[in-house]
Structures are given as structure tokens and as C-alpha cells.
């Protein structure tokens, strides 16, 4: 670009990455920063003169102004639409986090597996060892030899899978599309195909973005198809799986339980500390629950960033963006 471009840090996470962003970008920007809440005229001013916008939530971005890209600094994007940027405004989202949410995965699967945390240290805990020995039990479960079914195969679904394998797992996978995966996936379907991989899996690991096509997609026929020993975990959004069915399913045990890192509700200024459903998970014993954090890790929020500066140089200088989900159409 023959002129400085000038980037826009919209909302209190992005404005405080602004130094940052200044020192490890290797092209040069005129940075402004702006709370769209606390401040919204100026935001409206800020904006018409932005080639790139950074921020976290929808935002009215006007037509016919300078905006190029719309960058957000996370993942999930269900909130917003190509027919909520004008045209030609380019929406690009950030990853980062798989890694650590295929640690929590696995974390879960293990003590599932094991019940170290849940039940034999508790229990130690209190009665010592209490008749149980090496070779008196109790006795527990291996990942060795089951099988995973990854629902949506995508960054989080793969290293999910490399996980499993190193644990020596099956790995069943179904996606929109079925992409060469080399020895990581021992069977991949289509979404078609979801009663396969349902029927055959020990954990079904939900990693499917939320849209029209995939909201609800795991309901009561789809856990009546489920293994009665078969764990679900979902750290995809709550509801790509139908709320009551996956509470009945937990609650009358016919499933052996779940790991659930996304919900159905969630804090607000009328309700900050509400319970994360309208059914009561929480009194449930076969559920391993997380409010939402299976990715925040501070090496997370530093890789992430890291990409948005690394996407503003490839923007200065007219290289093609990664992570392009959609251009607007308004």
C-alpha cells in the first residue's frame, strides 16, 4: 500500500493489545483505539476512516468507507453475517486455540477413563487404602483400544485426533467435507453419515460450528443410536446438541456421561451468575462441567494476537489473508 493504513482496536480487549500490535508488526500503522460502548459517535468517525477494524462483537460498520477487513481476535462468529458488512468488507477469524481445548478433551476422556480426580483420590482421601492394593483394585478403564468420533473436523477435531492416536484410539471423523488425512483418521464420513459414528465410538467429541444446518443436530434419535457406555463431550457451541435431549440422556443414564465446556446460558448484566442450563446439570454425577475455558490459557492469548499482527503485515502488504470466512454483501 503507497499510504500508511490505518488500523481500528475496537473494545476494551482489543485496546489494550495496541502496544503490541506496534511492536511486533513489521509494517508500519497508524493504530487508533476506541470503546464503541462507552464512546459510540466517536466510533462512528473512527470508523469511516479505518482500513482495518479489530474488535470482538457486531458492530455497525457504514457503507462507503475506507473499512477493508474485519478482524476478529477469536474463533466463533455465529453472531454475525455477510449481510451484516457492506460489500466487499472482508471478515477473517483467529484459531490459536485448539491445542489446549484437544488437552481438555483428553483430560476429560482420561479421568472418565480413570476417575483419579473424581474418585480414587477423594476416596483415598478419606478411608486410606481401605482393602485396595495393586492387585485388589479397584480396577479402572484405558483410552487404549477405544474409540473417538470427532463431529466437525476441523483445527480443534485434528488435534484432537493426534492426541488420540498417540494414546493408541481409534479415530472416527464426519465433516461437511472428507479431506485426506494421512494416518490420523481411520474412518471419515460425511455428516451424512453421523449414525455410524455415533453408533461405533466410545467419545463423541462435538467440535461443529453453529449454524442453521448444524444447530440441533445431535438430539434424542441421535443418543438413542449412542453406545449406553459412550461419553459425549461438546466444546463446540451448546447448542449444536439439543439441551433437554443430551440432560435426559445424561440424567436417566442412558449414556455414561458428558464433558461440557459450552452451554445453553450465560452471564449477563440481568443475570451474571446464572446456572448454564435450564436443566440442572450440576446435580448430575456423570458430568464433567467447565464455564466456557477449555482454551484460555495465556500462551493462547499470545499466539492468537501474534496472528492478528502477522495478518495486518500480510494486509500492508497485499499478500493474500488467511482465515477468510466470508466478504460482505450489504
Not at 33 to 56: H, N, Q, Y
Request: proline fraction near 5%; include cysteine; aromatic fraction near 8%.
Amino acid at each position: 500500500m503507497s499510504e500508511k493504513p490505518t488500523l481500528l482496536l475496537a473494545g476494551p480487549n482489543s485496546i489494550q493489545r495496541a502496544g503490541f500490535l506496534a511492536e511486533t508488526t513489521g509494517t508500519d500503522w497508524r493504530i487508533l483505539t476506541c470503546d464503541p460502548a462507552k464512546e459510540p459517535e466517536r466510533f462512528g468517525s473512527e470508523i469511516s476512516r479505518a482500513d482495518v477494524l479489530v474488535g470482538g462483537s457486531r458492530l455497525e460498520i457504514p457503507a462507503g468507507g475506507r473499512l477493508k477487513l474485519y478482524q476478529i481476535p477469536f474463533t466463533g462468529y455465529d453472531w454475525i453475517t455477510a449481510d451484516d458488512l457492506p460489500r466487499g468488507v472482508v471478515f477473517c477469524n483467529t484459531h490459536e486455540h485448539e491445542s489446549t481445548i484437544a488437552e481438555h478433551v483428553l483430560l476429560g476422556m482420561l479421568e472418565f477413563q480413570l476417575g483419579l480426580l473424581r474418585v480414587t483420590d477423594p476416596e483415598m482421601r478419606e478411608r486410606s487404602y481401605d482393602g485396595h492394593t495393586i492387585a485388589s483394585g479397584p480396577m479402572h478403564r484405558e483410552l487404549r483400544g477405544a474409540t473417538v468420533g470427532i463431529v466437525g473436523y476441523g483445527h480443534i477435531g485434528r488435534e484432537v485426533a493426534r492426541r488420540c492416536k498417540a494414546f493408541g484410539m481409534g479415530v472416527l471423523a464426519v465433516s461437511r467435507r472428507v479431506r485426506e488425512e494421512g494416518g490420523l483418521v481411520d474412518w471419515y464420513g460425511t455428516v451424512a453419515e453421523l449414525d455410524r459414528l455415533l453408533a461405533e465410538s466410545d467419545f463423541v467429541i462435538v467440535c461443529a460450528p453453529l449454524d442453521e444446518t448444524t444447530r440441533g443436530m445431535i438430539g434424542a434419535p441421535q443418543f438413542a443410536r449412542m453406545k449406553p457406555e459412550a461419553v459425549i463431550c461438546n466444546v463446540a457451541r451448546g447448542e449444536v446438541v439439543e439441551e433437554e435431549a443430551l440432560y435426559r440422556a445424561l440424567a436417566e443414564r442412558r449414556i455414561r456421561g458428558a464433558i461440557l465446556d459450552v452451554w445453553y446460558r450465560y452471564p449477563s448484566k440481568e443475570d451474571p451468575n446464572p446456572w448454564p442450563s435450564r436443566f440442572a446439570f450440576q446435580a448430575l454425577d456423570n458430568v464433567i462441567l467447565s464455564p466456557h475455558n477449555s482454551a484460555w490459557t495465556e500462551a493462547m492469548k499470545t499466539r492468537r494476537w501474534a496472528f492478528v499482527a502477522a495478518q495486518l503485515d500480510r494486509f500492508a502488504r497485499g499478500e493474500p489473508l488467511l482465515n477468510v470466512c466470508f466478504e460482505g454483501r450489504a
